[in-house]
T-cell receptor, first 113, second 113 residues
Framework: DSGVTQTPKHLITATGQRVTLRCSPR?????VYWYQQSLDQGLQFLIQ???????AKGNILERFSAQQFPDLHSELNLSSLELGDSALYFC????????????FGPGTRLTVT | GENVEQHPSTLSVQEGDSAVIKCTYS??????FPWYKQELGKRPQLIID?????GEKKDQRIAVTLNKTAKHFSLHITETQPEDSAVYFC????????????FGSGTRLSIRP
């Protein structure tokens, strides 16, 4: 157990809908990262927050947005969902702003039908 | 943009033999290079990392080498065991603020009994 929690574990929704994925980082970690992993694919970095502020952006679609709250938990919002958005979404946290070990959560499996 | 190439995409070795996975990166300012192992259905976990001020790092059967001039780094696993079967990801990032991490596409390692 990495200490990072993600909810829900599984999510099934229809195209065009909007969903929110939630992540709680390890105690003391200020950085939160979001990743998308499609079937048999690598890890695509989406976005990073550090202590409430967006710090780095990867290949995140405009339909996706995220935020980190004062209690450091983070939410990833996915809207106007398409079939291709079906994937495993991981959250990771680290104590450092950059260049340190990331602890991954168990992931949220999103299925868009 | 920044890119990390990882080879091979699949690798099958006899139990007890060595396995080598190679990565090249494009951002010459990268200075932190972690390797993550992802077992089937599980979260990625850090197995070893190296910073640019070091050329080699070893942890029991696992070692990583870094060639900054050539911009490539490699993972070496010796005396492979069945539990080494997994997908391995390399990554590169800058040890600084506002730095996104780029992952390689992954190597699926299978250990033959």
């Amino acid at each position: 157990d990495s200490g990072v929690t993600q909810t829900p574990k599984h999510l099934i929704t229809a195209t065009g809908q909007r969903v929110t994925l939630r992540c709680s980082p390890r105690s003391g970690d200020l950085s939160v990262y979001w990743y998308q992993q499609s079937l048999d694919q690598g890890l695509q970095f989406l976005i990073q927050y550090y202590n409430g502020e967006e710090r780095a952006k990867g290949n995140i679609l405009e339909r996706f947005s995220a935020q980190q709250f004062p209690d450091l938990h983070s939410e990833l919002n996915l809207s106007s969902l398409e079939l291709g958005d079906s994937a495993l979404y991981f959250c990771a946290s680290s104590v450092l702003l950059g260049g340190g070990e990331q602890y991954f959560g168990p992931g949220t499996r999103l299925t868009v039908t | 943009g920044e890119n990390v190439e990882q080879h091979p995409s699949t690798l099958s070795v006899q139990e007890g033999d060595s396995a080598v996975i190679k990565c090249t990166y494009s951002d010459s300012a990268s200075n932190y290079f972690p390797w993550y192992k992802q077992e089937l259905g599980k979260r990625p976990q850090l197995i070893i990392d190296i910073r640019s001020n070091v050329g080699e790092k070893k942890d029991q059967r696992i070692a990583v080498t870094l060639n900054k001039t050539a911009k490539h780094f490699s993972l070496h696993i010796t005396e492979t065991q069945p539990e080494d079967s997994a997908v391995y990801f390399c990554a590169a990032s800058r040890d600084s603020s506002a730095s996104k991490i780029i992952f390689g596409s992954g190597t699926r390692l299978s250990i033959r009994p």
